[in-house]
């Protein structure tokens, strides 16, 4: 074998040898090009902004400078986040570059050896990535046939694990129903380390703990912009008690809420008005969404308190579905599962009035 030869295996090498074993097993997160798709696969707010609203923030864009560093804690647009979503009196935030950031920043802060990330399963995948990403070990607790949290399986779990943090997606996301609110009470009271209630899709869920924050010491909320119809900003709130804050911000990094988008949700809260309207919108469509599948053969939909409804076809394979949707050019997302609750189940994005009918027509048309 020739030296060179040597020398490029030793190069590839290197690579296995130093990236750590649990990485190297994991796959990329992976978010599918719509192309020209329908796209009812993201929970997006598929609305734009009025063409007025439009040119007011592209006229003020223009004077954004560009070649300064933010405000490194974007106190602005803190305060009114902070108004425009009823935080308490006393209790502190922190802005993440989205909220997958936000428990990015939770997870470095607590990670201590052996601590431990527990949510119940199915939920948001971030929360085990991003365990295994700092070094934590993971618990997931399965939720019971209705998609509500198990208790009895909870609070044993609770008990033997002593988790540093518990996550709880409020509406849950893939399952998009609300868990009962005393349910989440006795999980926050039996905790030893935080609770995170997420709360990415508040706007639609008519529910929320945060007004409880002033309650609990280990209790902190979790909010995205992203469904508002803001998603291409990436920002995530987390609001909390200041000793939670103060330290999660020593592991923040500095100017992680670049200019544009500070400057951009500053101006879109200003006109929250819009947004409601938006929000208000998704809601009434999601109801008639409902209603029109619940008038398909064979369909077996999962309550929403989210800007999406989870379903799935009785004797059809997912991917079928899946496929069949996409070849008439609507893509929603399949959710892989290949056992659980989740196995041969589909979600679908509340679109526009168009896009839903659009779904449903070729949902029509397979279901032949």
């Known amino acids: 074998m020739s030296d060179l030869v040597e020398r490029n295996m030793a190069k590839r090498d290197i690579v296995k040898h130093w990236i750590r074993d649990d990485i190297r097993e994991l796959s990329a997160y992976h978010v599918p090009d719509p192309g020209k798709k329908i796209k009812l696969d993201a929970m997006e707010n598929p609305y734009l902004w009025p063409d007025e609203m439009k040119q007011q923030w592209l006229s003020q864009l223009a004077d954004i400078p560009v070649n300064r560093y933010p405000d490194p804690s974007a106190a602005k647009l803190t305060k009114r986040l902070e108004q425009v979503m009823n935080v308490p009196q006393g209790m502190s935030s922190i802005l993440g570059n989205g909220s997958d950031e936000l428990i990015q920043i939770i997870c470095m802060a607590l990670a201590k050896p052996d601590s431990v990330v527990m949510a119940p399963e199915p939920t948001f995948v971030m929360y085990q990535m991003i365990a295994r990403f700092t070094n934590m070990n993971y618990q997931g607790i399965p ?6 949290l198990d208790m009895s399986a909870m609070l044993e779990a609770i008990e033997t694990h002593q988790p540093a943090v518990i996550f709880l997606a409020y509406p849950n996301n893939p399952t998009g129903n609300l868990f009962s609110q005393q349910d989440v009470k006795r999980i926050i009271e039996m ?9 990415a899709y508040h706007a639609f ?4 703990f945060m007004a409880m924050l002033s309650e609990y010491d280990n209790l902190a909320v979790m909010r995205s912009v992203s469904k508002m119809g803001l998603a ?11 000793e939670w804050i103060t330290e999660f911000d020593k592991v923040r990094l500095p100017y992680n809420i670049n200019v544009l988008t500070q400057f951009s949700a500053e101006f879109a ?7 409601k ?3 208000d919108q998704i809601c009434s469509d999601r109801e008639i969404l409902k209603e029109a599948m619940a008038g398909l053969k064979s369909i077996i939909q999962y309550p929403s308190a989210a800007n999406f409804i989870l379903f799935k076809v009785e004797n059809r ?3 079928t579905i899946f496929e069949a949707l996409k070849q008439s050019g609507v893509l929603i997302k399949r959710l892989a599962d290949k056992t659980g609750p ?4 589909l979600r679908v994005t509340v679109g526009t009035a168009d896009e839903n009918q659009a779904f449903i027509e070729s949902m029509k048309n397979i279901l032949l």
């Open 277 to 279: 309207q938006q929000t």
């Open 205 to 208: 869920a008519g529910h929320s």
């Open 143 to 148: 939720l019971d046939g209705q998609f509500q």
């Open 317 to 319: 394979d997912s991917n």
């Open 342 to 345: 989740l196995l041969n189940c």
């Open 269 to 275: 809260l200003e006109h929250d008005n819009i947004i």
């Open 191 to 199: 905790a030893p380390g935080l609770v995170v209630v997420d709360e």
């Open 232 to 242: 291409g900003l990436r920002l995530g709130i987390l609001c909390a008690r200041n």
